[in-house]
């Protein structure tokens, strides 16, 4: 069982090393949730986040439905993705800023070594929000585009707005999140 679910985890991996992580100018990079993540409904309403339950840096399990009526910011992110490094301080500021209005961040690593690279780097970087241990599966599930990539959920659970590639600006995650607190 223990092989199977690292060879996932080394599978995925790989596929972002190609795909995704760059050093390219993502700043103005975000698409509809329709054309990234999943088609809106037939009601034309945005699609409902997946649900998951994962385990945080405690190993203690933590579910997206723990969330409910919040504003969520999923982040998913690796520790040797520069691109992911350099905006993890703008989540930082925008957690300060805005959780006492409802919102919640959270990063989902997909590091293959775990705990062992995860930890010393939210130490080293200040990480002040919820961070996550990625199983194989959940990649799919939100039909990452690549790495980094967050999705931002509204406080039905349903994903209003995918960006793709590191934003510069702090601004660009702010407009968005603004209009949903």
């Not at 985890?9 to 050093?23: A, E, K, N, Q, T």
């Not at 990480?127 to 585009?145: D, E, F, S």
């Given at each position: 069982?223990?092989?199977?679910r ?48 994962l ?47 409802g ?17 010393p ?13 990625a199983?194989?599966?959940i ?43």
């Amino acid at each position: 069982m223990y092989w199977k679910r690292l060879g996932g985890l080394i599978l995925i991996l790989c596929v972002f090393m190609f795909l995704g992580c760059s050093d390219d100018d993502t700043s103005d990079r975000m698409v509809e949730p329709a054309e990234s993540a999943a088609e809106a409904n037939e009601d034309g309403l945005p699609p409902l986040a997946p649900g998951f339950t994962l385990l945080d840096t405690e190993l203690e399990e933590v579910s997206l439905a723990d969330y409910q009526n919040q504003v969520v910011l999923l982040d998913f992110w690796a520790t040797w993705c520069k691109p992911c490094e350099d905006e993890i301080p703008l989540f930082i500021e925008l957690y300060e800023e805005y959780r006492e209005q409802g919102f919640e961040m959270i990063g989902i690593s997909l590091d293959e070594a775990g705990l062992e690279v995860v930890e010393p780097f939210i130490e080293r970087l200040g990480v002040n929000y919820t961070i996550l241990l990625a199983v194989p599966g959940i990649v799919q599930k939100y039909n990452v585009p690549g790495i980094p990539s967050a999705f931002l959920i509204n406080r039905e659970g349903r994903i209003v707005k995918v960006f793709n590639g590191a934003q510069e600006k702090k601004e660009t995650y702010e407009s968005e999140l603004k209009k949903l607190l």
